[in-house]
């Protein structure tokens, strides 16, 4: 089982940004697909970012494409998620997420990710 902790939300003002990290523990963190989701009150979970065990290869919503950057360190068992360009639309929860896949996949359903952190709000002002 994996644990997973979110930090680095806040409030922001819309055109600013944020930098979220998640620690992973209990598990190779080396072994971990990790992605971002978010939900805002009244919608249903929806995917943010995804990154791949080694960090080569990444995958994003359409919504925060070239706004939003997924990264990792390895070494410090933790995922970054960098947001740009914040806009009101992008205030949510935000949730790290964790799975073991192979090396070089990145997945990006709800459904994939078996470990889930409990959340770190974002909330944008406009």
């Known amino acids: 089982q994996v644990q997973l902790a979110e930090s680095g939300g806040g409030l922001v003002q819309a055109g600013g940004s944020l930098r979220l990290s998640c620690a992973a523990s209990?598990?190779?963190?080396?072994?971990?697909?990790m992605g971002w989701f978010r939900q805002a009150p009244g919608k249903e979970r929806d995917f943010v970012a995804s990154i791949s065990s080694g960090g080569s290869r990444t995958h994003y919503a359409d919504s925060v494409k070239g706004r939003f950057t997924i990264s990792r360190v390895n070494a410090k068992n933790t995922v970054y998620l960098q947001m740009n360009s914040l806009k009101p639309e992008d205030a949510a929860v935000y949730y790290c997420?964790?799975?073991?896949?192979?090396?070089?996949?990145?997945?990006?359903?709800?459904?994939?990710?078996?470990?889930w952190g409990q959340g770190t709000q974002v909330t944008v002002s406009s």
């Open positions: 997420a964790a799975t073991v896949r192979a090396p070089y996949v990145v997945v990006f359903r709800e459904a994939d990710f078996s470990s």
């Open positions: 209990g598990r190779s963190f080396s072994s971990l697909v």
